[in-house]
C-alpha cells in the first residue's frame, strides 16, 4: 500500500494485467502491423521505419506564398523538414518495461540506439572517425536501408512515452527515433548554453561540470557510478524529474566504450525501477537522449554533451499527477516539491522491483 503525502489517500500496488503475448498488437513478434507488413519473430529489439511517420524523406515542399515585406512573411514563418522516422521494439515480451529488464537487455536497446545513430552520422562530422560501422542485422532489423540515405539528416532524436498519461497508444515495450533535416528547438537552445560556456568557461563543459557539482553535493543524485549520474536537476520543472549526465566528456553515444554503455544501462534500470517503486505503479513519463547533432559544425559536436531526460507527470501518488495551469502557464513553472525532497525520495525506492514481491 501506499500513503500520499498530502491526502492520505491509500493505494494497492498495481499488478501487471498485460500477457506475454499479445495477438492484436502490432508491435509483437510474428504479428501483422498497422500498414500490413509483418514483424519477425525477433527475439531482442527489433527497429522498423514507422508506419505512420510524423516526417519522411519524400515530401511535398513547402512553398511560400507571403510576398517579401509583407506582415504575413513577417509572422507567418515556416521552413520544410523530411526525415526519417523508427520505432524500436525494447523487448519481445509485451507485458514488460525498461523496469523489468535485465541489464543486458537494456543494453541491447542502448546498443540499437546507438547502431542507427552510427548509420545516420555525416561522413564530415568528428564523430565519423570515432562510430564504428553500423552493425544491424539486414534481415532482422526492417530499417528501410539506414546505411543509404537520399540526404543528410541534421538531428536524431530517441526517446520514449511510457504510459496512456503520456499519449503511448501500445503498451508493448517500445521507443521512436526521429531523424530530421533541422535541428529542433529544444536541442538547439541547449546547444547554444554548452557552446556559450564553453566559450565563457575556457573550453570547460557545462554539463561535465554540472555532473561533478551534483555528485559531490549528493542533495539531488538519486544514483550514479563511474560513468554516469541521475540527479533531480536544480532547475527541474516536474515534481521527480530526473537528468542522467555522463560525467566526463561524451558527445554522443558513439564516445562511450563497451563498460559505460554498460553503466548506462545500468542507470537507466535504476531510475525506471525507482520511479515503478515509488508509488507502486507504472510511472508514466517521457525520456529522450541529447546528444550531438548527426551533421554541424566543429564547435557544435565538441560542445554537445550526452544526456538523457525524463519528464514524468505524478505528483503524490499513481493517480494525482502535476498541471502546468495557471500561473505556471502564464508566468513560470512552481515546484511542489524541491529537487532535494524528490531525489530522497527516489534514493529510498531502490532495490528490487516491486511488482516481482506481488506477482
Known amino acids: 500500500m501506499v500513503l500520499t503525502d498530502v491526502r492520505g489517500q491509500q493505494e494497492a500496488a498495481s499488478k501487471t494485467t498485460l500477457p506475454t503475448y499479445d495477438p492484436s498488437c502490432y508491435l509483437c513478434p510474428g504479428n501483422k502491423r498497422a500498414q500490413g507488413g509483418t514483424n519477425p519473430k525477433y527475439e531482442s529489439t527489433y527497429v522498423f521505419v514507422n508506419d ?3 516526417v519522411k ?8 506564398q507571403e510576398a517579401e515585406g509583407s506582415l504575413s512573411s513577417l509572422f ?21 518495461t525498461l523496469a523489468d529488464l535485465s541489464l ?7 546498443n540499437t ?12 562530422s568528428p ?3 570515432v562510430s564504428l560501422p553500423t552493425t544491424l542485422p539486414p534481415m532482422s532489423h526492417e530499417t528501410g536501408s539506414t546505411s543509404i540515405l537520399k540526404v543528410q539528416y541534421r538531428y536524431m532524436q530517441i526517446f520514449e512515452n511510457k504510459g496512456a498519461a503520456m499519449g503511448c497508444s501500445n503498451p508493448h515495450p517500445h521507443g521512436q527515433i526521429w531523424t530530421t533535416s533541422g535541428l529542433p528547438e529544444e536541442p538547439a537552445l541547449e546547444l547554444d548554453q554548452l557552446k556559450r560556456y564553453k566559450r565563457e568557461q575556457g573550453g570547460l563543459n557545462m554539463l561535465e561540470d554540472y555532473a561533478s557539482l551534483e555528485y559531490e553535493k549528493k542533495a539531488r543524485l538519486v544514483f550514479g557510478n563511474k560513468a554516469f549520474v541521475a540527479v533531480c536537476p536544480w532547475w527541474g520543472t516536474w515534481p521527480f524529474e ?10 554522443a553515444l558513439v564516445d562511450l566504450k563497451n563498460g559505460e554503455r554498460l553503466e548506462l544501462a545500468e542507470v537507466i534500470a535504476e531510475v525506471t525501477r525507482r520511479y515503478d517503486n515509488l508509488f507502486e505503479t507504472q510511472f508514466p513519463y517521457s525520456m529522450g537522449v541529447h546528444q550531438a547533432p ?12 550526452l544526456h538523457i531526460h525524463f519528464y514524468p507527470p505524478l505528483l503524490r501518488s499513481a493517480t494525482v499527477r502535476k498541471f502546468l495551469v495557471g500561473y505556471e502557464m502564464m508566468a513560470e513553472p512552481q515546484r511542489d516539491i524541491t529537487p532535494e525532497q524528490a531525489a530522497a525520495r527516489l534514493r529510498n525506492c531502490g532495490g528490487e522491483l516491486y511488482r516481482k514481491k506481488i506477482e
Request: proline share 3%; glycine share 2%; with cysteine.
Open 242 to 251: 530526473v537528468m542522467v549526465i555522463a560525467r566526463q566528456h561524451k558527445r
Open 127 to 129: 564523430l565519423s572517425k
Open 104 to 110: 543486458s537487455e537494456i543494453l541491447d536497446v542502448i
Open 294 to 305: 548527426l551533421e554541424g559544425t566543429d564547435i557544435e559536436i565538441e560542445a554537445s554533451h
Open 52 to 54: 505512420y511517420s510524423a
Open 113 to 124: 540506439w546507438t547502431d542507427i545513430y552510427t548509420a545516420h552520422i555525416s561522413p564530415l
Open 76 to 96: 507567418l514563418q515556416a521552413e520544410a523538414v523530411t526525415g526519417k522516422c523508427y520505432v524500436v521494439t525494447f523487448a519481445p515480451a509485451h507485458n514488460l
Open 57 to 64: 524523406e519524400d515530401q511535398v515542399d513547402y512553398i511560400k
